[in-house]
């Protein structure tokens, strides 16, 4: 494996250095109520090279203009980037049905794009053909997010301001995700996250009562909209965490856990955007002396916890040494 680009190790300003990926398509409807039409739209991620934030718009159809708004759209909240990553058309033909209209449109519309942003003071850049790894960064970051994305919506027929809604609650989960501790001092407790380094502090969601166990046909267009995005939140979180918990036989002798260290808590029934997080603070060797169980303090008190519900973040201390 080769070294990391020199995009994604060089600090810069959020979104200065961006990846593009589509996902979809979507099915809305024009307008409330009955007899409405129906029409295709699709989502465009864009993913901060060196902060990994994520944002997404909602595109009407795959033409050059509408992502050209939708471009402007983010270039007005986050500013305009310097580059533009992107795949290459070529890696979505042959694939299945929807993905193959994506590919012909970016493998059609390349030269289209590429003069109409260069106009537009844009430097877009392709990757090579038929090589989706050199597009690693937006296929890992957005992949558990389009997969979830399109089973929690994909039949949920909504209109385009109610799915721009949903859309906009999924970023700030997705920018909510912890990445690394915030500093080596062992009592600050909150971790570092894309959305730190987009409005300088952590987001935090708006109080809603879990409406997973009421059936569709009792909710009203709103409470829809926020039933998607806690199915959302309920998917996509424990494969985020379970991402970051070291998968390994059970073979050979692993290192024990240490005092101080800053853990992400698996919990399985927890509020959007809540992230249960945890500082070790006394250790409970069994009689091999190896740590399975530990004591945690947490915002609401101690705990204790098994190692294995357990997902400890990389100290600083160590990434320096």
Excluded at 29 to 36: H, I, S, T
Excluded at 118 to 145: C, D, M, R, T
Excluded at 201 to 215: E, K, M, Q, Y
Aim: one cysteine or more; charged letters at 20%; hydrophobic letters at 40%.
């Amino acid at each position: 494996m080769g070294h990391l680009p020199y995009d994604r190790v060089t600090p810069n300003a959020a979104f200065s250095i961006t990846g593009v990926d589509y996902a979809g398509p979507f099915n809305i409807k024009d307008r409330k109520g009955r007899g409405c039409g129906t029409s295709k739209c699709y989502v465009a991620i864009f993913i901060c090279f060196a902060s990994r934030a994520i944002h997404l718009e909602l595109v009407s159809d795959l033409t050059t203009e509408s992502f050209i708004m939708s471009l402007r759209r983010f270039a007005s909240r986050w500013g305009m980037p310097s580059v533009i990553r992107s795949d290459n058309g070529t890696n979505f033909v042959g694939a299945n049905s929807e993905l193959r209209e994506l590919g012909q449109f970016l493998e059609n519309e390349e030269s289209h794009l590429t003069c109409a942003l260069a106009k537009a003071q844009f430097n877009w850049k392709f990757i090579p053909a038929y090589s989706p790894h050199f597009g690693g960064l937006w296929e890992a970051g957005v992949k558990s997010a389009k997969y979830h994305l399109k089973r929690v919506a994909g039949n949920a027929l909504l209109t385009f301001e109610e799915l721009y809604t949903l859309l906009a609650q999924i970023t700030a989960i997705l920018n909510s995700r912890p990445l690394t501790p915030l500093s080596v001092d062992s009592l600050d407790l909150p971790p570092l996250t894309p959305s730190h380094l987009l409005i300088g502090r952590s987001l935090t969601a708006v109080p809603d009562p879990s409406l997973l166990h009421l059936p569709e046909g009792r909710l009203s267009r709103h409470q829809r909209i926020q039933q998607i995005q806690q199915n959302f939140w309920t998917r996509w979180s424990k494969e985020y965490i379970s991402e970051l918990q070291g998968r390994v036989k059970w073979r050979r002798e692993g290192h024990n856990v240490r005092e101080g260290t800053l853990v992400l808590i698996k919990e399985d029934h927890s509020p959007p955007m809540q992230w249960q997080l945890g500082i070790i603070s006394e250790l409970h060797p069994g009689k091999d002396g190896v740590v399975r169980v530990v004591t945690l303090r947490t915002k609401k008190g101690t705990i204790r916890r098994a190692v294995a519900r357990l997902c400890p973040f990389p100290s600083l201390a160590e990434e320096d040494s």
